[in-house]
């Protein structure tokens, strides 16, 4: 736990070391984006869309997503999302930013990863009015994790 407190350990890291963490980070940073382009190319920036993506409309032509193409998203995300969290989370807590400001932005992107993987289960089952969610929660869980994976590759690299 002493890796945890004080003093940034992310610039101590050997150049090997660095170079694994920096890659792992630009992927992950590519695979926001490419998520990004996804949201926005499926449902959309707006409400209304977001729902219809979930629920269907019949004058797009879009089915709604049955209870089996919702378990199947949530069982991927509950394995990936998780672990990818993990990693950038630790890296990012080895840093030295304030502890404060460290878990605000650990217990935001956290509550953001919740609340994306439950959102297509409320819009489908509850009401379509908590797709005004997708679009803050998306963005909020987007910066989390960018803040989080700069944050740490600043502190390798520029120490």
């Known amino acids: 736990m002493r890796d945890f407190g004080g003093r940034s350990r992310l610039g101590r890291l050997d150049p090997g070391g660095k170079l694994v963490y920096t890659a792992f980070l630009a992927f992950m940073v590519g695979g926001l984006i490419s998520a990004a382009l996804l949201h926005h190319d499926g449902m959309g920036l707006d409400a209304a869309t977001a729902a219809s993506w979930w629920v269907g409309d019949e004058a797009q032509m879009r089915y709604p997503k049955s209870y089996r193409q919702l378990l199947e998203l949530t069982h991927f995300h509950l394995f990936t999302e998780p672990l990818c969290f993990l990693v950038v989370a630790h890296l ?68």
């Open 92 to 159: 990012y807590h080895l840093g030295s930013q304030a502890l404060l400001l460290r878990v605000g932005i650990t217990v935001g992107t956290l509550l953001c990863i919740a609340m994306q993987i439950a959102l297509p289960w409320l819009v489908s089952f509850a009401s379509p009015a908590f797709a005004v969610l997708f679009l803050p929660v998306h963005v909020g869980l987007l910066l989390g994790l960018l803040w989080m994976s700069a944050a740490s590759i600043k502190e390798m690299w520029l120490g």
